[in-house]
């Protein structure tokens, strides 16, 4: 009986959002804020002809119900800034993956506040899409074409990601067809020989 109890605590325990601000980072002034731009192909494909045709990424409602946003917050003094953009990925719109190389870093100003804040974003390659998380019942998420994510996203510097992020992916994708290419090109030299 005791086991069981333990493993529920430990269950209601993830499940809790961080919050207060008293062990944010800061610098200059500026609140320092993470998160990432949760992405997936359609039907797992990452080899389809143009990227943004197969390309899902996930979008949140924001805490007001007022628009669509990448998931983001603040980044704690305990925590790296991937593990951060991950936690904050997890707690606001129920989803892991793998963190990939940070898409770059923007200064805007907080609505709320008023004050300046730098945001960094990461793709997050999901790999698990869950059915419980901290926010659950705080917000909608929604996985939608790059195209519909531009349209409804409420942050311009969250849609100056979004274009990294598509030209990154398909960089990758035009490297690994021509990397496929020479492959080709070789083993057909080889077997002319």
């Given at each position: 009986m005791a086991t069981a109890l333990v493993s529920q605590e430990n269950v209601v325990a993830s499940l809790v959002s961080r919050t207060g601000r008293h062990l944010q980072r800061y610098e200059k002034g500026r609140r320092q804020v993470v998160g990432c731009i949760p992405y997936r192909y359609k039907n797992g494909n990452s080899n389809a002809s143009e990227v943004e045709d197969e390309l899902e990424?996930?979008?949140?409602?924001?805490?007001?119900?007022?628009?669509?946003?990448?998931?983001?917050?603040?980044?704690?003094?305990?925590?790296?800034?991937?593990?951060?953009?991950?936690?904050?990925?997890?707690?606001?719109?129920?989803?892991?993956?793998?963190?990939?190389?940070?898409?770059?870093?923007?200064?805007?100003?907080?609505?709320?506040?008023?004050?300046?804040?730098?945001?960094?974003?990461?793709?997050?390659?999901?790999?698990?899409?869950?059915?419980f998380w901290p926010e659950k019942n705080n917000r909608q998420r929604i996985w939608m074409s790059v195209d519909e994510a531009r349209e409804c996203c409420q942050r311009g510097w969250m849609k100056e990601a979004l274009d990294v992020l598509?030209?990154?992916?398909?960089?990758?994708?035009?490297?690994?067809?021509?990397?496929?290419?020479?492959?080709?090109?070789?083993h057909q030299a080889k077997s002319n020989l």
């Open positions: 990424v996930l979008v949140i409602s924001s805490q007001k119900g007022k628009g669509k946003l990448f998931p983001k917050g603040g980044w704690e003094l305990d925590e790296t800034i991937t593990q951060a953009a991950s936690r904050e990925t997890y707690e606001e719109a129920g989803v892991k993956g793998i963190v990939e190389p940070q898409l770059g870093n923007w200064t805007f100003q907080s609505r709320a506040h008023g004050t300046d804040y730098d945001g960094y974003l990461f793709p997050l390659r999901v790999t698990e899409v869950l059915d598509v030209d990154r992916l398909a960089s990758r994708q035009q490297l690994g067809e021509e990397e496929m290419g020479s492959c080709s090109a070789s």
